[in-house]
């Protein structure tokens, strides 16, 4: 039999390396620190979690507890499970206090969108003299807390006479939200194709169509992500809503939104404290945002992620 033939060097030469062997890059071992960080990041976000559903749980138990009960045991279970709190809840004014919040919703926050919308979209595709300077000026309306114009937003307010009127807290809150819409859809807008605007123009479409046809389509994900951002926003609105939706005389009726409804609540009750009542009112404020946060969770990730990925 004949010995296995060997790889020798030619004469005067190192051995040339085999084209078909490929050598295997080393690679270091991190499999270790991968096992910590996403241990690490694990806890972290069970930790996150814990922190935010411990309370929305504690605060749905409160409701179908008793004064006895939440005073014995802040995290025991109730008694009896029964929806009459609810009631109770809905029948004091809540009712009221929730038809006008989404009163005031329906109109602010669709206007909202329209206008944000349309006025990212010129400042993101059209190039004209002071384009920079109006775009900064949108985006300076984001810095200032809303504290600074109270008082000037209080007498303008009354000049028009829109004190404790709908359309007086719609204006406002469209006019307090347009800067973060502004700058969520202006670089929403950059990235769009061009092409596809300029096909349209082609075509024969004016620039008006072009937009409400093509473009704002084409931005569906950043509307729906910046437009639940102006829902959360506009509904856990306070401050807003104190100063300007008060009756300013005694035949003037009461139009309290949400937030107001739920100190007025927690006023008319007196020493004859009634926590369920409350909690179940902070319940039925709470329990809306969370169906359509979590309704529209997928399409918020999109909207804020589609940008970076464009």
């Known amino acids: 039999m004949s010995a296995p033939l060997k ?24 499999g270790g620190e991968g096992v910590v960080l ?29 004064d006895a009960q939440i005073g014995g045991s802040a995290f025991g279970w109730p008694e009896n499970w029964t929806f009459d709190v609810f009631r109770r809840a809905w029948d004091k004014g809540i009712g009221d206090y929730f038809l006008n919040t989404v ?7 669709p206007l909202t969108m329209l206008f944000g ?12 003299w002071g384009n920079r300077l109006l775009y900064y000026f949108f985006v300076a309306g984001a810095m200032f807390p809303v504290f600074l114009a109270l008082v000037p937003l209080f007498f303008m307010v009354k000049r028009l006479d829109m004190l404790n009127t709908y359309q007086g807290l719609v204006l406002v809150y469209i006019a307090y939200s347009m800067p973060f ?8 807008f950059r ?33 729906i992500s910046v437009g639940i951002f102006n829902t959360l926003g506009q509904w856990n609105q306070f401050i807003l809503p104190t100063v300007l939706m008060q009756p300013q005389s005694g035949d003037d009726p009461e139009r309290y939104v949400l937030t107001q409804g739920l100190i007025q609540l927690q006023q008319q009750q007196g020493y004859a404290s009634d926590l369920p009542v409350l909690f179940a009112g902070v319940t039925i404020a709470m329990v809306p945002m969370l169906v359509v946060y979590l309704s ?15």
């Open 38 to 66: 996403n241990v690490f990041s694990h806890g972290f976000l069970a930790l996150w979690a814990l922190l935010i559903v411990l309370p929305l749980l504690w605060l749905v138990l409160s409701s179908f507890k008793t």
């Open 103 to 109: 009163i005031v919703l329906v109109f602010s926050v």
């Open 181 to 188: 819409t502004v700058f969520f859809m202006h670089a929403f």
């Open 296 to 310: 529209f969770q997928r399409q918020v990730q999109a909207g804020l992620t589609s940008a970076t990925l464009k």
């Open 7 to 30: 790889e020798t060097a030619p004469q005067g030469g190192t051995a040339e390396p085999r084209p078909d062997v490929a050598e295997a890059p080393v690679r270091p071992d991190r």
């Open 117 to 128: 919308s349309m006025a990212a979209y010129v400042l993101a595709r059209y190039r004209f």
């Open 191 to 223: 990235t769009l194709p061009t092409a596809v605007f300029e096909a349209a123009i082609l075509d024969g479409a004016s620039h008006t169509r072009s937009f409400f046809q093509v473009m704002l389509p084409m931005a569906k994900p950043g509307l």
